[in-house]
């Protein structure tokens, strides 16, 4: 499984942005695809996730701003988020796992947030 994330990039605080990723390869082995982040010198830390049946999981702190949709069909997650702070400042990875476990990485799009 490839994942190709897009749409990282500089935002004033309290802008949004959209980041899509799509994933290729063996796509039908997929259960569960979404994103992490990490912060310069922080842990990766989960944002959010969408399985193929419709289960969601997020990170309590960001559910009111970040949201993480998808589109299984087209093997694409979203994560749309709003009213974006400094401290969202991150390496965003999208990640997908797969029914048998295994987890994969794409390369990881920079977003940047201006106070």
């Known amino acids: 499984v490839q994942l190709q994330a897009s749409g990282g990039g500089l935002v004033q605080a309290g802008g949004s942005l959209r980041l899509s990723c799509t994933a290729s390869?063996?796509?039908?082995?997929?259960?569960?695809m979404g994103w992490y982040r990490q912060a310069p010198g922080k842990q990766r830390e989960l944002v959010g996730s969408?399985?193929?049946?419709?289960?969601?999981n997020s990170a309590e702190s960001l559910k009111d701003r970040f949201t993480v949709t998808s589109d299984y069909a087209k093997n694409t997650v979203f994560l749309q988020m709003n009213t974006l702070q400094p401290e969202d400042t991150a390496v965003y990875y999208c990640?997908?796992?797969?029914?048998?476990?295994?987890?994969?990485w794409g390369q990881g799009t920079l977003v940047t947030v201006s106070s």
């Open positions: 990640h997908a796992r797969s029914w048998g476990g295994t987890t994969h």
């Open positions: 969408m399985s193929r049946g419709g289960i969601s």
């Open positions: 390869g063996s796509v039908s082995s997929i259960n569960v």
